[in-house]
Nanobody, 128 residues
Framework: EVQLVESGGGLVQAGDSLRLSCTAN????????VGWFRQVPGKERDGVSC??????????WYLDAVKGRFTISRDTDKHTVYLHMSSLKPEDTAVYFC???????????????????WGQGTQVTVSS
């Protein structure tokens, strides 16, 4: 059984930084495209960023609202995908999920259709 686990969320002030981590049991994330999504209660889940697998052409994508502030990266030694978030804003408050795809290797931007495995999410709260 494949399980994705997010960590690193918390309560911070506007302008602060956080680093979210996504790890997996049952698969090595290195060979999978990984996406980060966020969801606020009562609203649809939004794609935030994604990164292609190490076996695909290097590619990353960011939601316009986070460009220049968030960075997605991999640590292949630790088989972990990170979402580095800086200059956080109250509107970044959400539950953040990571997801991994099993079919494509590359990511397709904000669409979630490709992802086969999802984590349970980690709460990020940014106070003003």
């Amino acid at each position: 059984e494949v399980q994705l686990v997010e960590s690193g969320g918390g309560l911070v002030q506007a302008g602060d930084s956080l680093r979210l981590s996504c790890t997996a049991n049952g698969i090595l994330l290195d060979g999978h495209a990984v996406g980060w999504f966020r969801q606020v209660p009562g609203k649809e889940r939004d794609g935030v960023s994604c990164i292609s697998s190490i076996e695909s052409a290097p590619y990353t994508w960011y939601l316009d609202a986070v460009k220049g502030r968030f960075t997605i990266s991999r640590d292949t030694d630790k088989h972990t995908v990170y979402l580095h978030m800086s200059s956080l804003k109250p509107e970044d408050t959400a539950v953040y999920f990571c997801a991994a795809d099993a079919r494509f290797g590359r990511c397709f931007g904000q669409d979630d259709f490709q992802y086969d495995y999802w984590g349970q999410g980690t709460q990020v709260t940014v106070s003003s």
